[in-house]
């Protein structure tokens, strides 16, 4: 299959996402890192788009395929990181916000899944649950389902909602093929907290002395050296499964791009120096920047050739990357 675009660095097809995948050789990419349209809520424009499947049963299927391919994309030691956000069910039968306006006049007035009245699979006000039904099916489909990470977004965008409380997290699944897999903790650890490093001074220690890696003291039982890595690892803690990161809009964007903080952390932590991440949904190429900023190679797939021409043009811009905030 050809490249719509392809460089060194990085490689970007336009078209769905499975069929070009299944064009793509066995193992061929370190990591994969991603987030699918969501479930009912919104028109990308194109035909063929995934989101817009009439249940969330059929939702499943088209995301349990996909991820099926890119599972035999992905080397052994791979690892895939997929973000997914949940839905309500409102059965309101009003057209919502749709992207697709400007572009297909027709589709005005649309109205979407999670908004079309008498549907059989929810009740009005049901949250869907979609993160969890896609993981389960991933993980009966043979992936191995280590991570469910809470991304929690300190300025998430207020809802008119009084009768529960308003949504400020999405998931973030790390999956693997198997037991073992590449992974590295210590680029993405954190600093200790100071309680964390209070607790870690030995019994009996001296008042107003820190002790350090290797000092002598007197423990419970005599004379001991400190091993402080056993307490607190030296280059800090692991980062734990909440991360709070702002969301960050994208001029020219129509949807909600993932924030380059988030994709560095599961690249720096899921591929290895030098490996190839994969976006099957590429958008604004976020995942494409935060690959190119930590020296991984990228392949980039979407749909929408005006997303893969406005990432060229953006983020993945050559020469003189705009890696934006360091923010890993
Ligand atoms: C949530 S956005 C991805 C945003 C991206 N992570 C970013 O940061 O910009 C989902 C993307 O999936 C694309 N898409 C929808 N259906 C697709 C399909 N069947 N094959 C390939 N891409 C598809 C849309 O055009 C859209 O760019």
Redesign the pocket.
């Known amino acids: 299959m050809k490249p719509y675009y392809s460089d060194d660095l990085v490689t970007l097809y336009h078209?769905?996402?499975?069929t070009v995948l299944r064009e793509l050789p066995d193992a061929s990419v370190d990591c994969c890192v991603?987030?699918?349209?969501y479930f009912g809520l919104r028109d990308?424009g194109?035909e063929?788009?995934?989101?817009l499947e009439s249940s969330p049963a059929e939702y499943v299927e088209t995301m349990r395929a996909l991820f099926a391919e890119v599972r035999r994309v992905l080397t052994d030691d791979g690892t895939l990181w997929l973000n997914i956000g949940d839905s309500y069910y409102s059965g309101r039968g009003n057209p919502g916000p749709n992207a697709a306006d400007e572009k297909q006049p027709a589709r005005r007035g649309w109205i979407r899944p999670v908004d079309r009245p008498g549907q059989s699979w929810a009740k009005p006000k049901d949250l869907l649950g979609i993160p969890w039904r896609v993981a389960f099916a991933l993980q009966d489909d043979g992936w191995t389902l280590r991570n469910d990470i809470i991304w929690a977004k300190p300025n998430a965008m207020p809802e008119s909602v009084s009768d529960r409380l308003a949504t400020r997290h999405e998931h973030l699944f790390l999956l693997t093929k198997g037991r073992r897999y590449w992974f590295d903790l210590d680029p993405i650890r954190e600093p200790h907290s100071d309680v964390s490093v209070r607790r870690a001074q030995p019994h009996r220690a001296d008042p107003g002395r820190t002790y350090r890696e290797g000092d002598p003291y007197e423990g419970v039982g005599g004379a001991q050296t400190l091993r402080l890595d056993q307490m607190n690892h030296p280059l800090g803690r692991n980062p734990g499964d909440v991360w709070s990161i702002p969301t960050q809009p994208?001029p020219g964007?129509h949807?909600?791009?993932?924030p380059q903080a988030l994709a560095e952390r599961c690249i720096l932590g899921g591929c290895k120096p030098g490996g190839v991440v994969l976006?099957?949904?590429?958008?604004?190429?976020?995942?494409g920047l935060a690959a190119a900023k930590h020296g991984r190679k990228y392949v980039g797939?979407?749909?929408?050739a005006d997303?893969l021409d406005l990432s060229l043009r953006t983020r993945l811009a050559q020469p003189g990357l705009d890696f934006g905030e360091a923010s890993a």
């Open positions: 078209g769905d996402s499975l991603t987030s699918p349209p990308y194109e063929g788009q995934y989101g994208f964007a949807f909600a791009v993932m976006d099957p949904f590429s958008g604004s190429g976020t995942t797939i979407d749909l929408n997303y």
